[in-house]
Every structure is written in structure tokens, then in C-alpha cells.
């Protein structure tokens, strides 16, 4: 790089500092409600929440969503399948993926699979439970363990969504977290 060349990206990397702009892009912490859908939220390429309906699925398929990962116990689903519809074969009809991790209870290794899922998906994906609770639970940790963000970051994103601290309720005031 020649001089005159050097002092222009020099220059440029101070614009961009001054801005705020950010070279790297940075994931942003916001959850959208979707006013679109029943119950849904998103964030970045996440569609998140609970069981989805026959008009949600058809919603996220429009979306060009690619996955659906369904949080929700083996029992769960076989009861759903029974007095609802077949979830697994209404999303693969419409092209898309669906991945079941049934969760009755945290692991690490449920964590580790979802996280294998979506860190082998570029487009977008809806993740679901019965009414987010999980969801809500394995984003958090997800973020946490996998995109390098701070409990307190995550738990800001998880409280967009369904997670809360009651006790910060109690106190008035927010709770600062860390691991050991």
C-alpha cells in the first residue's frame, strides 16, 4: 500500500470511528415482536416462540424461513400430532427443514446440538416450544457459550422475550450476573 492509499484508509478508519459505524458487523440485541404471527418475536434471522399454527407455518414459509426447530418434549409433540396436525410433515411438504430436539430437561448436549443447528444454517430459522419458555432459555445460553455474549447481554435479549427475574421486581432494581 503506498502512502497517499494509506493515509486515506487511515483517514477513513477515523471517519468510521467517529460515525459509530462499526466495520465489523455487530449482532444487535433487539427483539421484534411480530405483529404478523401469533406470539412470535425476532431477532436477527430467529423467528422465536411457541407452537406454532397451520397460518404461522404458512407465515414462515412466505419468510423464506429454511428451518424450524421444535424445542418441545417427545410427548408433547405425539399429543399435538394427535389433536392438531403433524408438524414435521407440514414444514418438509412446504421445503422446508425441521430439526426436534425434545427437551424435558437443560443439558449441555441438547444446547450442543441446537447450537450445531443453527451454526450450520446461513438463512433464517424459527425455534420453538409451547409457549417460548424454552426457546427463550436456549438462545440465552446459546449467546452466552457460542457467540461469545455476556450473561447480562443475553439476559437483556432473554427479557425481551418471555424470561424475567422476578426478584428484580422485588428489589426495584436489575441484577448484575456472571458465571464462575
Not at 46 to 70: C, S, T
Request: include cysteine.
Amino acid at each position: 500500500m503506498n502512502t497517499k492509499h494509506a493515509m486515506l484508509f487511515s483517514f477513513l478508519m477515523v471517519l468510521v470511528s467517529l460515525t459509530g459505524y462499526s466495520v465489523e458487523p455487530q449482532p444487535t440485541d433487539t427483539v421484534i415482536k411480530l405483529e404478523s404471527s401469533s406470539g412470535f418475536y425476532q431477532l436477527n434471522s430467529w423467528y422465536l416462540g411457541g407452537q406454532p399454527n397451520l397460518a404461522d407455518i404458512n407465515w414462515f414459509h412466505d419468510q423464506n424461513v429454511e428451518m424450524v426447530i421444535n424445542l418441545r418434549s417427545e410427548k408433547e409433540i405425539e399429543d399435538y400430532t394427535r389433536y392438531a396436525f403433524d408438524e414435521d410433515s407440514v414444514i418438509q411438504s412446504l421445503g422446508m427443514k425441521y430439526v426436534s430436539i425434545p427437551v424435558g430437561g437443560f443439558t449441555s448436549e441438547k444446547l450442543d446440538t441446537f447450537a450445531e443447528h443453527i451454526n450450520n444454517t446461513d438463512g433464517k430459522i424459527m425455534i420453538h416450544c409451547a409457549r417460548a419458555g424454552r426457546v427463550t432459555h436456549f438462545i440465552m445460553a446459546y449467546l452466552i457459550k457460542y457467540r461469545q455474549f455476556t450473561i447480562n447481554e443475553a439476559v437483556n435479549i432473554g427479557k425481551q422475550i418471555t424470561f424475567s427475574l422476578p426478584i428484580e421486581k422485588l428489589l426495584d432494581q436489575e441484577i448484575n450476573m456472571s458465571l464462575k
